[in-house]
């Protein structure tokens, strides 16, 4: 596609639920990021992908976090027995080579209630 | 390890002023830097990138910024502010061999009319 698309864009889950948050990145690029933005907050690293390389999951705050991507393309972040402080916007992000920086899609906004 | 301090996480212009946004970075090696802007309820839109050519950078609607070694500083700035550059703004270094962006917390701009 012509962009990083991500769906939901909105999504409100009870505390205690599983939630799925999908990222298609641009055709093409190898990399794809995961970000979490808290109202107020920066920008928080969460998981990525490069190619065939095994991903780099430094920045998942819990093992409730968990992230893949199928056949080098679409990504799914998932989130079990969400927490209220999980509420955020999960940024995806792709990029055919670093050094020429990311596209970013326009996120999904999670609210735990 | 790197990483990137926004002095600054409010800056009032009035409209017309110059636009000055705080950058500074550490990193090991001779880095990569962009800022990226957010607007209200959108992803994040590079505005524009230091790649080790000329260390003045020129980015979209006439934002630019300086890459000053010394100083270890990548400011933004703009020589007029328009009320449409109210937004979030935020810098990002990257290694050239590395796998991930750091990002600092956030600018927000405001500008009054």
């Known amino acids: 596609g012509a962009g990083v698309s991500q769906s939901p864009s909105n999504k409100v889950t009870e505390k205690g639920k599983d939630v799925e948050l999908r990222c298609d990145p641009i055709?093409?690029?190898?990399?794809l990021y995961w970000y979490r933005q808290s109202l107020g907050q920066g920008l928080e690293f969460l998981i990525y992908f490069q190619g065939n390389s095994a991903p780099d999951k430094s920045g998942l705050p819990s093992d409730r976090f968990s992230a893949e991507r199928t056949g080098g393309s679409v990504s799914t972040l998932t989130i079990q027995r969400t927490q209220q402080e999980d509420s955020a916007v999960y940024l995806c992000?792709?990029?055919?080579?670093?050094?020429?920086?990311?596209?970013f899609g326009s996120g999904t906004r999670l609210t735990v209630v | 390890a790197q990483s990137v301090t926004q002095l600054g996480s409010h800056v009032s212009v009035s409209e017309g002023a110059l636009v000055l946004l705080r950058c500074n970075y550490s990193s090991s090696v001779p880095p990569y830097l962009f800022w990226y802007v957010q607007y209200p309820n959108q992803g994040l839109q590079l505005l524009l990138k230091?790649?080790?050519?000329?260390?003045l950078v020129k980015g979209i609607n006439g934002f630019e910024a300086e890459f000053k070694k010394s100083e270890t500083s990548f400011h933004l700035t703009k020589p007029s502010a328009h009320m449409s550059d109210a937004a979030e703004y935020f810098c990002?270094?990257?290694?050239?061999?590395?796998?991930?962006?750091?990002f600092g917390t956030g600018t927000s701009l405001t500008v009054i009319p």
């Open positions: 230091y790649t080790s050519a000329a260390t």
């Open positions: 055709s093409g690029h190898t990399a």
């Open positions: 992000a792709s990029s055919f080579r670093e050094t020429l920086g990311y596209t």
């Open positions: 990002a270094v990257s290694e050239n061999t590395g796998n991930q962006f750091y």
